[in-house]
């Protein structure tokens, strides 16, 4: 399962040890799930940090949200919740059958 999609997007995979892919998710994203800040913003943190490094690039489509939920170990309500502040914030774009993309 593919944790990027689009044809510029490197093909990042949930198991992110194969040979030539590139890291997961849960590899990029870091979350400290005892640390003091909640969940969604540390989620929306590690994303933008991702995003301002180039790390995971514009135009990027991410997973869906129950996908996304599943690769991090979070709930649904804290992906979306993070989705939700990075979009008001101008970082995702959010479009109803077609996807979340880093803008």
Known sequence: MSAL???D???WSSEGDRAG???SFSQLLPIQRNGPEPLYYQLA???GQA???GT???GTKLLADNEMAHELHLSIATVRRAWGY???MGLLSRTRK???FVR
């Open 5 to 7: 999609a689009g044809s």
């Open 9 to 11: 997007s490197p093909a």
């Open 21 to 23: 892919a590139a890291p």
């Open 45 to 47: 943190q590690s994303l």
């Open 51 to 53: 995003v301002e490094s």
């Open 56 to 58: 995971i690039p514009h």
């Open 86 to 88: 990075l979009e008001r």
């Open 98 to 100: 077609r996807g979340t």
